[in-house]
């Protein structure tokens, strides 16, 4: 899925990114508000890994999103 397209339904799919990075709360989630990058600075945050694994994680589940 296109990254505008996940940003427009954000709220909709929060429950998906959830149940992707459990780690993440409902407050965070709700601050990235559809960021790609704010999601990614959170994913590696919270799970300590390298931007580039960060990213290939939210690319990866945003093609199924």
Do not use: C, F, H, P
């Not at 899925?1 to 780690?23: F, L, R």
């Amino acid at each position: 899925m296109n990254w505008d397209i996940v940003k427009g339904k954000w709220k909709q799919i929060t429950g998906s990114a959830k149940s992707q990075w459990g780690k993440l709360t409902e407050d965070e989630l709700q601050q990235i508000d559809g960021d790609r990058e704010a999601l990614i600075g959170k994913i590696q945050e919270k799970y300590g890994v390298a931007r580039d694994e960060a990213e290939k994680e939210v690319d990866e589940w945003a093609k199924g999103a």
